[in-house]
């Protein structure tokens, strides 16, 4: 086996220096009658170029050569080669956990630089190191509020992706923490902020919203702040569409930011992995879940960084943590740092182009039905109700490998069979966007 | 160095590397690494669209050209210790050599661009992976059903102790309590009350191996389950695993097996056979896929029948044309544990593992494990203390107790490792263990790697009775010493911030670095 280092006298050998007279004496406390006696029932072995050739192969049964109209958490944009070059170097890619900060201080100054760009970008004081993605950063954030409050109750937008709201239902139903979900205003598909004052009450841990919406629509998170901090429930913002905060006023009213970082150079790869991040204001520090890097100095007065307060974690304070969460998204969080690097102030331009694209797509794709919540500002997707149903017309575009927007009924079963959530970045093309409005003219 | 090595390190020699700056202190503005394409559809007006929620300012996010961004993360990584240069000893992480195809393969188009909502009829590659690695899976647990969807370890425990939650929920009483070794990781008791399960202490027996007869008093109706890991944390096989199935089992309660050290296992046990009802897989352990500096994992979860109907939506199912299908309807699922299906590019690596080792090559790999580690025994149980004497698997732990007496702690001597080119083994861990040093070498070392850890750790006895101060000083060599921790958690900056506006979080805390 080629990624076995040891020739056969090798094993032999040392064998003999541990004095067992064949391997199977190493497994001699294994009870005879719970070892297994057969070859596993897997796949062969097979060569390297063998392996290549199987996944080609999977790789070929998928929607290749599409153009994609798909965002809804998950987005495709432009990664930069340096991306892969970074993360694919073995320093980086087969380190472990920066537990012994000597010999890690590359994952760890990165670390350090991600941190505080996530700041930078959402208008937070602190941010962790990351967490598993946004869904589940969601659910964390939540718990979180209810430490730092005392309180019990979210108050949790419709307007938020519904699988996010479903994990958080899964984290919240052994917390004892009930779950209030507020409805959008039908006009503008923005939480409907009469419902959300009334959800609200003297229990109300935080309020949960999605800016931008699930429906793309930019929320106004001023008005929603004043509302939660009024009868002193937190206000958590989540971000699924990260680069809208090149171009979107940052949620800096929010008290804990909860993202996912996807769009900062992560490949959409079938769901994940992704890059979670929690960012809040500095005073709920002790109440973060996950890693934290920060900066210290060695014993010779040299900057350096090191993984810190680790008092809130598992493996300090076992069933007392802040969070059961071990390994996160380490590698990922690398993405995003050059991602982020190599855009730079230039996330401007690059949010723009991505308005700009939506906003085109919104006129032209739009024209065969109607954009719903016209009386909002949106980023880069948009909700259309179409002439059929979003089934069949998607159906039709197929046939020009067009996969269309992705149909909300099942979400959203108000909004009927003919509507469905349309994404375009700075990826898609004018071409692709015209092809699409012509099959469903 | 001069007379800092009392011998030569054969495997490490002290270069000259960079210095770097934080990206930050780089930037100057102006500077670009990036043209977009040229825009084909007409431009905005972003005020105008956006009205009031327009951003105008991007703060301090950097401004540098491509070869600067790629000598900063070049810099950065030579800072490192990684698999690629060497051995990571460290017990219970599983640190392996993570194959270069993997990455190929993960890259491949149709598998990185697949969006999770693209209609099933163009996703059937990506659901064939999952169905034939979950398949693979099981038949290496021996257990029944499988999900894919937790993101790492302890969200695969997490899920785990969800499944045990809803299954004594349809049978009327969720219960009370998780019994936990105190040998466990602590992610354990961490995942126990996160379901909202107390925790209950299992102290261990005299060989560290649970405690039969204190197991049999503290199992009654309300214990929901016992969280094992096995082999244990001291690489132990538990020989009376049946025993302690039969025990949870008559009184109702589930065994659920950390799957941690599954890498002593593989293609030689399987943990159905022996009582397991529920599990979690840790994809970045023992199926190679890259640690990343911290992640990301996979935690898949295996179990038996009676857990099936529980298991998080959505789950992967034939439709009766063969084709692959993701099924939601699923009334009695615990919900969802992670937005769409888990951390999919694990998957293909960890796939591409199993194919390029196949029944052979895994068992193989458990051999030379448990090989590596025994060799390791062998050859240091004469200087340092063996705790427990039973006979070890994928990992051996040894006590500071013999090198304590001159005041050289596990830790130090941990640190005393980087000097000789290696990363320290698990210091301080498992807790059962006064002064613990956890050593896991896997497969994936050669003898002679093997020996020059052997001759390091060697050195190490030696120095804490000869020169003691030597080692509780380590390292030496590194580009850093010893990082103050305790200022790094009392005065904490978390972020770079401008040198004019320079406020560290904790207002005594002066940015004199700035």
């Not at chain 1, 980086?92 to 760890?108: D, N, R, V």
């Not at chain 2, 126990?192 to 027996?205: C, I, P, R």
């Not at chain 2, 494990?369 to 149980?381: I, Q, S």
């Not at chain 2, 990082?483 to 004199?512: C, M, N, Q, V, Y």
Request: charged letters at 20%.
């Amino acid at each position: 086996m080629r990624y076995l280092p040891k020739s056969p006298s090798d094993r032999e050998a040392m064998l003999a220096d541990i004095g067992a007279k064949s391997i199977d004496d190493l497994f001699a406390t294994v009870p005879a009658e719970y070892r297994l006696t057969r070859d596993l029932n897997v796949p062969r072995q097979h060569g390297e170029q063998e392996v290549i050739e199987h996944f080609k192969a999977f790789a070929e049964k998928n929607a290749l050569g599409y153009a994609s109209f798909l965002g809804a958490g998950a987005y495709r944009h432009y990664r930069p080669v340096l991306i892969d070059t970074v993360v694919s170097r073995g320093e980086f890619l087969t380190s472990y956990t920066p537990y012994q900060p000597e010999i890690a201080q590359g994952t760890l100054q990165a670390l350090f630089e991600f941190q505080t760009m996530i700041c930078e970008l959402t208008g937070m004081e602190i941010s962790n190191a990351s967490m598993y993605d946004g869904s589940t950063g969601a659910a964390e954030a939540v718990m979180m509020a209810v430490r730092v409050t005392g309180r019990n109750g979210a108050v949790v937008a419709r307007t938020v992706h519904p699988e996010y709201r479903e994990v958080l239902t899964t984290y919240a139903q052994h917390q004892s923490i009930p779950k209030t979900e507020v409805d959008y205003d039908p006009a503008t598909g923005r939480v409907d902020l009469a419902k959300l004052d009334a959800a609200i009450t003297d229990d109300t841990a935080c309020v949960l919203i999605q800016s931008p919406n699930f429906f793309g629509t930019i929320e106004d998170v001023a008005a929603i702040a004043e509302i939660a901090h009024k009868k002193g429930a937190l206000l958590i913002v989540s971000i699924a569409e990260a680069i809208s905060l090149g171009i979107v006023k940052p949620p800096v009213e929010a008290d804990i930011v909860a993202m996912e970082a996807q769009s900062f150079g992560v490949p959409v790869g079938y769901g994940g992995p992704y890059c979670g991040v929690i960012a809040c204001k500095e005073k709920f520090l002790r109440q973060m879940p996950g890693r934290l890097a920060g900066e210290t100095k060695d014993l010779d007065g040299k900057r350096g960084f090191v993984l810190t307060l680790s008092t809130r974690e598992q493996h300090i304070r076992r069933e007392k943590a802040t969070s059961n969460i071990c390994t996160n998204q380490s590698l990922v969080a690398l993405m995003v740092t050059v991602f982020l690097t190599v855009y730079g102030k230039g996330l401007k331009d690059l949010a723009e182009q991505n308005l700009a694209k939506a906003h085109y797509a919104a006129q032209t794709i739009g024209g065969s039905g109607k954009v719903l919540f016209g009386g909002a500002p949106r980023f880069n997707e948009f909700v259309l109700q179409g002439s059929k149903t979003a089934e069949a017309a998607n159906a039709a575009l197929l046939e020009k490998k067009i996969v269309g927007g992705l149909p909300l009924e099942r979400f959203y079963p108000e909004l009927g069979p003919n509507t469905s959530l349309w994404c375009a970045t700075e990826l898609t093309t004018r071409a692709q966007i015209d092809a699409a409005a012509e099959v469903l003219k | 160095m001069g007379d800092k090595f009392v011998g030569t390190p054969k495997k490490a020699s002290v270069h000259v590397n960079q210095n770097e700056d934080l990206i930050f202190e780089k930037s100057s503005p102006g500077k670009k690494a990036y043209r977009l394409s040229e825009l084909d559809v007409p431009a905005v007006d972003a005020a105008a669209l956006l009205g009031d929620a327009v951003r105008t300012d991007l703060g301090v996010m950097p401004e540098l050209s491509e070869i600067e961004i790629v000598r900063h993360f070049t810099r950065l990584s030579t800072w490192n210790y990684a698999i690629d240069l060497g051995m990571f000893p460290l017990g219970s992480c599983t640190m392996k050599y993570n194959g270069r195809v993997n990455e190929l393969v993960a890259r491949l188009e149709g598998l990185a661009e697949a969006h999770p909502y693209q209609p099933e009829s163009l996703s059937q590659g990506v659901l064939e992976i999952m169905q034939v690695l979950s398949d693979s899976l099981l038949d290496i647990t021996g257990m029944d059903s499988i999900t894919l969807q937790p993101a790492a370890g302890a969200h695969g425990e997490f899920t785990g102790i969800l499944l045990v939650r809803a299954y004594h929920e349809s049978k009327g009483n969720p219960r009370k309590k998780i019994l936990i070794p105190d040998s466990a990781h602590g992610t354990n008791p961490a995942t126990a009350a996160v379901v909202g399960y107390q925790v209950q202490n299992l102290k261990s027996n005299a060989e560290g191996m649970v405690d039969l007869a204190e197991l049999e008093k503290l199992v009654d109706e309300d214990t929901a389950a016992l969280m094992l890991t096995n082999p244990s944390t001291i690489g132990v096989f538990e020989s009376e695993i049946h025993k302690i199935a039969d025990i949870l089992h008559a009184k109702g309660a589930l065994l659920y097996m950390d799957g941690a050290n599954m890498n002593a296992l593989v293609g030689k046990v399987r943990p159905g056979d022996f009582g397991v009802d529920v599990m979690h897989l840790n994809l970045h352990k023992t199926f190679s896929t890259p640690h990343g500096g911290g992640g990301p994992g996979s935690g898949p979860v295996a179990c038996k029948k009676i857990l099936e109907p529980f298991l998080p939506t959505p789950v992967l199912a034939t439709k009766n044309d063969g084709t692959l299908t993701l099924d939601y309807n699923r009334p009695q699922s615990v919900g969802r544990v992670r937005a769409w299906y888990g951390n999919f590019g694990m998957f293909i690596r960890a796939l591409a593992y199993i194919l390029a080792n196949g029944p052979d090559g895994l068992r193989q790999t458990t051999e030379d494990a448990v090989l590596n580690a025994n060799y390791l025994r062998a050859k240091l149980e004469d200087v340092f203390d063996l705790p427990f004497k039973t006979a070890s698997m994928h990992e051996v732990v040894f006590s500071d107790k013999l090198q304590a007496k001159n005041g050289v702690k596990t830790g130090d001597m941990g640190k005393r490792l980087l000097d000789y080119g290696f990363h320290a083994y698990t210091v301080s861990f498992p807790l059962i263990v006064a002064g613990a040093m956890m050593i896991e070498p896997t497969e994936s070392e050669s003898r002679e790697e093997l020996d020059l850890l052997i001759d390091a750790l060697r050195q190490i006895a030696r120095e804490a009775e000869e020169n003691p101060e030597l080692v509780k000083t380590a390292p030496h060599t590194t580009r850093l010493r010893r990082l103050d921790e305790t200022t790094a958690a009392r005065k904490p900056i978390l972020r770079w911030k401008a040198p004019a506006a320079s406020t560290p979080l904790t207002p005594d805390t002066a940015a004199k670095e700035w």
